[in-house]
């Protein structure tokens, strides 16, 4: 009964299973892998910013270039406050609000984006509290560059004069006639009564969207397994009983009531036609 099993149609079927099933493991092994390496970079990410807060401050030269072994470390940097820019739709505590952004001003020319803190409400230059003269030291968290639209950033266009929308050398070089540090620091205390914006984990190091993702992607290779293996036992099950019918006979008889049906409404359409047609006497 299970002869069909040789035939070149079965063959290809069962060829495709035997490759299929272990692509959709493969594919769904490699999917949870990328979520547990999320969820990893997550631990690791939220352990280095503990222990960055005890960690001493270190020159800002000692830090760079940035990369997620360095994103929250303490650093301290001297110059002169310099450009000042607001940074709007930046929430703290579920309330509206924005940074208050002041580049400054190193000996070697180049310029470190400081948030002095954080305000409440829409942008207003009038509320924002001077930066102070002078030569000035300042510690605080050392931050990644910002990409607009990824991790709450905005990812409008076309800001009033005197704000921005991300933070980020590429954005700031628009705006400023120096360069400026691909990096940025937000002070441990808010100056000037601000409040102190908190430090944020780098991009792609934390359970985001995409990490649940690679999870959602897991459980859909993992159905394809079960969904290959159902369809081939359907398959041949279907096939198994139209084998055992053709031996049983079944099948013939079902043709022979096709054929016998199909003569029947051939004979009927010659006696309609027959009666259809005029006889010579009425000619």
């Known amino acids: 009964m299970y002869r069909f099993l040789l035939t070149p149609r079965w063959w290809g079927i069962n060829v495709f299973v035997v490759l299929a099933i272990p692509f959709c493991i493969f594919m769904g092994s ?12 997550h631990e690791t990410a939220t352990t280095q910013h503990e222990e960055a807060r005890r960690d001493a401050p270190r020159p800002l030269a000692e830090l760079l270039p940035l990369d997620k072994s360095t ?19 930046r929430k ?7 940074y208050v952004l002041t580049l400054l001003r190193t000996d070697d020319g180049r310029a470190l984006p400081v948030v002095r803190g954080w305000l409440p409400g829409e942008p207003d230059p009038a509320k924002v509290p001077a930066p102070p003269t002078g030569e000035v030291t300042v510690t605080g968290a050392l931050q990644a560059p910002e990409s607009p639209g990824s991790n709450g950033v905005s990812g409008r266009s076309g800001w009033p004069a005197g704000q921005t929308g991300s933070i980020s050398a590429a954005t700031l070089l628009n705006l400023v006639p120096y360069d400026v540090y691909d990096a940025w620091t937000t002070l441990n205390s808010g100056d000037s009564g601000m409040r102190a914006v ?14 649940f993702q690679n999870l959602g992607y897991t459980a859909e290779w993992f159905a394809f397994v079960g969904f290959v293996i159902f369809m081939w036992f359907r398959l041949l099950r279907r096939e198994a009983e139209l084998a055992r019918d053709a031996e049983l006979g079944l099948a013939v008889e079902d043709a022979e009531d096709v054929e016998a049906t199909e003569t029947d409404a051939e004979n009927a359409g010659e006696e309609t036609e027959r009666a259809a047609r005029p006889s010579p006497s009425n000619a």
């Open 198 to 211: 908190p430090v944020s984990a780098p991009q792609n190091s934390g359970l985001d969207l995409k990490a």
């Open 71 to 89: 994103v929250g470390k303490q650093t301290t940097v001297t110059g002169r406050y310099a450009d000042q820019l607001l940074v709007p739709e």
């Open 30 to 41: 490699w999917q949870l892998g990328r979520f547990e390496d999320r969820v990893q970079d």
């Open 92 to 98: 703290l505590d579920d309330r509206e609000g924005y």
